[in-house]
């Protein structure tokens, strides 16, 4: 996905150390028209937080009935500085991208994309897709000494899944209950979905993460504070377990890492740890350079947006 804003806001993550205790902190999702009637709700970055961990970035889309358009239509745009993590609940997307990947996903699977230095892809329905479209897409914030690796892009197309007695647990990156995802990650993070099928479950949490939780599917509640679709629930650090509980069945997306740590410039579709990286990735995309080429797929590139007026400079 791409942030298709026409004037997308400088989002500067200078945030103050963390409390190394639990807290429980309700924020709501900002709804983003991506172009082509496609609406999704953003959880990440928010003004009260721009990281969890080293994930910076939530967008959850659907579910949405694409029965009668063409669904997704993404055109190619270029990333640095991050990896991408796209996860569906239902619908079929096709990525192409730079090193000449073309790779379709489904349900339960994972396409996590490193941009490093430089990438660029699109992403589409397929001409027969399914009727529905529904799945989040995150991205992960690359520390500043990966954030000059190669780019790269793996399609996972099975994941570790581990059962409690309410919940079917898919570990989607990282680790948890003992089952650790192949996914290569540049930070220690994790992020897994849990389908609760009713009633409560207990799950061990690692007191030097920090974690959020978003309702992907049905509701949960969470030391009485019951979360939503549409709403962000940020857990805090210190916790060595949580429990949630359900009335029905719902999915829920567990996110969480190691605070990050380092000041980051997102803009557009960057990510990076100057103003200056931000402002020569846009200029070398818009210069054809850097990027590379897609092939297959039918339309012209996303040109950047203009920058914001001024210098980019970190608040604060
Ligand atoms: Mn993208």
Redesign the pocket.
Known sequence: ??NLERSPQLTISEEPPRLQQPVLEVTSAREVDLGEGTRVRRLLPKRQRSTIGAWCFVDHFGPEDVSAGRGMF?PP?P?IGLQ?VTWLLEGEVLHRDTLGNTQLIHPDQLNLMTAGIGIA?A?ESPPDHPPMMHGV?LWVALPKRSSSIAPAFDHIPSLPIAETAGARITVIVGELLGERSPAITYSDLMGAEIELRGGSTQLPLRADFEYGLIALSGEGTIEGVTLRVGTLLYLGLGRETFSVNASEPSRLLLLGGEPFGEPLFMWW?FVAHSAEEIERARTDWQEHRRFGDITGFDGAPLEAPPLPPGRLKPRG
């Open positions: 996905m791409s993404v745009h990333h991408t892809h992403e897409q579709n």
